[in-house]
């Protein structure tokens, strides 16, 4: 017994010296982890997500209860009260694993939406949904290309070029989604298509008659995909679940993180066809969405009257704002969502000096709209707080 135990030792011995000898000299010496990374991620600029309150009172030496955050449009009113009371229940049972399918929650979306529970899958946010759209379709070595808008939602660009895809962005004049030169972009490489309904950042929606048209035309071997994010916010939103139902290569991606008020929790969907669905399932770790998300989701999808009233507060105040920058003559692009992009001249001098009167508002720089920030509508009262700090920061005293 002893001795196989001292024989082994010396066998593992001999394999890690022989392991050291065949190291390569590269790694020997200080190696720029460039030259182990993947390529293409060299071309990837991280994501820059909207400053956190809590960044900013630490840096401006104040309560964070003071700071108005409408950097990332979320709801001002917060999560549903009902899912705030499903959550609580939920942590009780932190110590177990999620329901890995989601039953529940994919049963309730489904039957919201007159679908079946094979045509949903859950994601961690719809941004992970995306990314199962990356692993399931884009390929490196077919050197596979994906098609959005120029100023459309950046995850898909950084989505394309982590998989090693191209990504075709076509013209947006007048910040509008140009179908007709998506169709024009697509060859025999195209796998996927972006459109986000509204988009974010502009606020732009393309019509059901468009859409009618372009589907038409898309080649069968391409994968469309609708973001629609915003969808809730609409008030005669096109319908993109007919192109599932109706067997097309189509995929739409919602989430919980706007009008229901769910951002902190991660937790998304993305809706299409039973066979793409399962291709989808095979992409996603067993258990990618927590359970809380899932009880907070699931009472948040059922609670009509919170999306009601926070549609109400988006809609007033976004007609609001949109009247303010009219007088005070900023150009900015009528929107549809909870969010409006206005010309403030210098983007990032304007963010910074929001910042310093306690406002976050989102500078375009990294979208190539260096003239333009998002304003994310908010309750009345920091709307006009919004308004006020603008009108010293912008207005010629
Ligand atoms: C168009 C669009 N799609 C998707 C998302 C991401 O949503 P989620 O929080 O579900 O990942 C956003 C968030 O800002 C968005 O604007």
Known sequence: MNMSSSKSKKKSRKILQVETFSLPSTLSRMTSIWELANSQLRDITVYEAGKPIEETARELGVDPSVIIKLASNENPLGPSPKAVQAMRAALEDAHLYPDGSGFYLCKAIATKLGLTPENVILGNGSNEALEFLGHAFLDAMRQDEVIASEYAFVVYKLVATSFGARMIEVANPDYQQDLEGMLEAITPRTRLIFIPNPNNPTGTLVSQCEIESFISRVPEQVIVVFDEAYFEFLDNPPDMLRFV?????????????????????????????????????????????????????????????????????????????????????????????????????????????????????????????PEWIRISVGTMEQNKRLIAALKEVILPQ
């Open 245 to 369: 139902r109706a067997g097309r290569n189509v995929i739409v991606l919602r989430t919980f993180s706007k009008i229901h008020g769910l951002a902190g929790l991660r937790i998304g969907y993305a809706l299409a066809r039973p066979d793409v669905i399962d291709v989808l399932h095979r992409t996603r770790q067993p258990f990618n969405v927590n359970s809380i998300a899932q009880a907070g989701a699931l009472a948040a999808l059922e609670d009509e009257a919170h999306l009601r009233e926070t549609k109400r507060v988006i809609d007033k105040g976004r007609a609001y704002l949109q009247e303010q920058f009219a007088e005070m003559k900023l150009p900015f692009v009528p929107a549809v969502a909870n969010f409006v992009m206005v010309n403030a001249g210098d983007g990032c001098a304007v963010f910074e000096k929001l910042l310093r009167r306690k406002i976050i508002v989102r500078p375009l720089k990294g979208y190539g709209l």
